[in-house]
């Protein structure tokens, strides 16, 4: 099963997203190494398998094994220039999409356990950011945020409230890939979404 390119940029632009739907292609992007692949290519790419293992720490071997298995789902695909192993690879697209829901138990199970592996990455990448954090400057310290709210919303409400904070991020996405775009002191960083319903709080209104 092809998977599917959404919001397609003017030609010679990357794609903005790619949404996975093959229960095959879900469990296969659903490995660390891979997640973290693809998040170097998007960020830092094209680089060559060579380069992959100097950021990842693993082998050239393995880093080529999983940009094929990569490549095999859209995710990643060669590009120009290179030879043998020293091909360069680039992300097809700037972001991942798949299934929040689906009928297919197959998909929903693939899909959900995507969801906990990123979950899990994002976990990693939080508490590893919390560590080193104390070495920034003061400015960026007091720019981070880290904090959780509790609403109560309908889900019509939850989704609009989501639209509203893509909307609110779309006109940086740009500088991702051009860094021409980037004001004086621009820096990476990663902004974190998750809302989610909370059975762990008391809800009154349903007992």
Sequence with gaps: MPEEIIDPQPEGQRPRSIRLTDPRALRAYAHPLRMTLVGLLRSSGPFTATRAAELTGES???????????AKYGLVEEAPGGRGREKPWQATAQYTEWPEYSEDPSIAQAADALSAAVAEQYFERVTRAMANRHRLPREWQEAEQFGDSLLHLTHEELADLGSRIDALVRPY???????SLRPEGARPVSVLRIAYL???VPDREQE
């Design 173 to 179: 996405e740009a500088r991702t890939s051009d860094p």
């Design 198 to 200: 909370d059975l762990d």
């Design 60 to 70: 050239v071997a393995s880093c080529s094994y999983h940009l094929r298995i990569l």
